[in-house]
């Protein structure tokens, strides 16, 4: 299938892709094999280009943003049970501002811990012991925050300085001017669909090299034995509720088998990406 | 790296500084200009398999110097969860052909809580509820001690799936019998019976201090209290209510807008 960059000046539209089928007029934007142009939302997997798609141009980035994460103490033990260790949930919440925007909408955000884009309730930080502090992050019409919840184990969860990478995205320009491709000999830049695309804007990159992040498009948690499996878009895992057995206070001899993850989930795939 | 719109090499490429803008080999996210996905939905989680854990103890003692006999006799219903492996997808919407990306975000806010403590702790929520979160992936909205509820939306085929599960852990230990309370050996005797009651043994997730689920007796007599040695048993007289007065099912409210879209 031949590679095809093609415009429809009564569409407004211009685009790059592989023709989905050899039949038709190769210069009327309407036939078959020109598709993609003006039917890309059913034709995606030939698309390399559209100015009808969002590419997600990032508005505000931050590459290292340092977050101060408290001390969260250690769990105390259970009420109306025994355990062969203290485990808790739901400890130590704290709201952390990332990043503030001007957009005045709420914007679509990813943020990365390390090469990990987060996901909600992502673990960022475990101790092995049931000490973990997980990362939501949230977004409003002005800033892009962290919201962090703890589980507890045995002894204290240290407290921490984590950097995150933080990407913004802008929602798409709406069409304007009359333009469909243009190239500025001056700037350099190249500009296409009505001013909807411009190559001095900076959009999601999906490459390989570079530092790139890992974004999930599957499963990232599984449960099991009472216990959870996280996934991290990298292909690692992390299972921090410990192997913790219970006992009915003044119960016949001994504890019940342990808890604890023990299914064999692994992390569902993800596309490397980066801020250009 | 050269800046502007080249052919060459069999591909098309734009360039701009150091930055790879967009090339036929694909460095792009497409999404679909307009959210594909607008909608409001109720995502619930039934309550884990119930179960009971039922105490009772006898003890008396024969008392020589006042020559009666001394006894207690306690209950106690305790209530359980049993073990449990539950998911359940559903399909909330349809994915345009080619798609293989679905950029979201969610909010959630619990519209049914949980009516009772679980192991003296309450099941709170534990992402931020009521604001926009970005979404991929999975996320856990509850956890205690030996629960968890997660749910995970993803692309499956031509499908948008959502995925809920949760999982109740093993049972506690300590359940059967020790010493004996036969009315038969009451000159001095203890026994005791953790019983889950003909069901499965659980895990203790809730209890009360008080009556009904709590009762105590004791006295004095000066002859075998062959009557009270099995006050507050199941089987016995004033026994502790068997009710199980909670309901830890939850349900939330998601919104969820999302984009469906392809690597280029």
């Known amino acids: 299938m031949a590679k095809v960059f093609m415009t429809d000046p009564a569409t407004g539209r211009c685009a790059l892709f592989d023709e989905p089928v050899t039949t038709g007029d190769p210069t009327d934007p309407n036939s078959a094999r020109n598709a993609p142009l003006n039917n890309p939302a059913t034709n995606l997997a030939d698309v390399y280009f559209h100015s009808d798609l969002d590419y997600m141009e990032i508005s505000n980035y931050d590459a290292a943003k340092t977050i101060s994460h408290a001390l969260v103490t250690a769990a105390a033990a259970p009420g109306g049970i025994t355990s062969t260790a203290n485990f808790g949930w739901g400890t130590a919440i704290a709201d952390h501002l990332l990043l503030t925007h001007g957009l005045g909408y709420i914007p679509h955000a990813l943020v990365a811990r390390g090469a990990n884009l987060i996901y909600p309730g992502m673990p960022v930080q475990t101790d092995g012991l049931g000490g973990a502090r997980y990362a939501t992050i949230y977004c409003t019409t002005t800033e892009i925050r962290l919201y962090e919840f703890a589980s507890t184990g045995a002894v204290d969860l240290a407290a921490t300085n984590l950097n995150y990478e933080i990407m913004v995205f802008k929602q798409p320009p709406a069409a304007s001017g009359s333009i469909l491709l243009d190239y500025d000999p001056t700037s350099k830049d190249v500009t296409m669909g009505l001013g909807k695309f411009d190559s001095s804007r900076r959009y999601l990159q999906v490459v390989p090299g570079g530092s790139p992040l890992g974004l999930s498009y599957g499963r990232q948690i599984d449960l099991d034995n009472g216990g959870i499996r996280f996934g991290y878009p990298d292909g690692s895992t992390s299972d921090p509720v410990p192997a913790i057995s219970t006992k009915l206070i003044g119960g016949i001899g001994g504890f019940g088998t342990a808890m604890g993850y023990g299914g064999s989930f692994a992390a569902a795939s993800a596309i490397q990406v980066q801020a250009p | ?264």
């Open chain 2, 1 to 264: 790296m050269t800046d502007g719109f080249f052919v060459e090499g069999g591909k098309i490429t734009i360039n701009k500084g150091a930055r790879t803008v967009a090339t036929s080999d694909g460095t792009l996210v497409n999404l679909l200009g307009s959210p594909s996905i607008n909608t409001t939905f109720d995502v619930a989680f039934p309550d884990f398999p119930k179960g009971k854990a039922y105490w009772w103890q006898f003890v008396s003692d024969y008392n020589d110097f006042a020559s009666q006999y001394g006894w207690i006799s306690e209950g106690r219903c305790q209530f359980t969860r049993t073990p449990q492996e539950w998911s359940q997808p559903s399909i909330i919407g349809v994915v345009p052909a080619g798609a293989d990306l679905f950029k979201s975000r969610i909010r959630i806010s619990r519209t049914g809580a949980p009516t009772h403590t679980w192991v003296s702790q309450s099941i709170d929520v534990l992402p931020k509820e009521n604001v926009w979160m970005p979404f991929n992936g999975s996320c856990l909205v509850e956890a205690e001690l030996g629960m968890a509820r997660a749910f995970s939306i993803y692309i499956s085929g031509s499908d948008l799936v959502l995925h809920r599960q949760q999982t109740m852990g093993p049972p506690s230990g300590g359940f059967g019998s020790a010493g004996n309370a036969s009315p038969g050996l009451m000159v001095d005797t203890a026994g005791q019976e953790w019983s889950a009651r003909g069901g499965a043994e659980g895990m203790s997730v809730w209890s009360d201090n008080n009556s009904p689920y709590y009762k105590y007796s004791s006295g004095t007599s000066p002859s075998l209290p062959l009557g009270t040695y099995d006050n507050h048993k199941w089987s016995g007289s004033d026994p502790c209510s068997e009710t199980d007065p909670t309901n830890y099912a939850s349900t939330y409210s998601v919104d969820l807008i999302g984009q469906f879209g392809r690597r280029s």
